[in-house]
């Protein structure tokens, strides 16, 4: 997550842009990324976001 804003309320703008954009699905941004779905989960439920499989994003 190092190249990702550290800003909670950015990073939730950048994540949402990249799934809408460029990936299906939370798992495979993960994974492309070599981002921990767990840790980037907390972070952003930390400040009120929640991730929706049907619609692929946070919110």
């Excluded at 939730?12 to 993960?30: A, F, T």
Aim: glycine content about 6%; some cysteine; proline content about 3%.
């Amino acid at each position: 997550m190092n190249d990702l804003p550290k800003d909670p309320m950015m990073l939730v703008g950048v994540i949402n842009m990249k799934l809408r954009d460029e990936y299906d699905s939370l798992d495979e941004l993960c994974a492309s990324m070599g981002i921990e779905r767990t840790l980037l989960e907390q972070k952003l439920a930390s400040v009120g976001f929640e991730y929706s499989e049907q619609n692929n994003k946070f919110w």
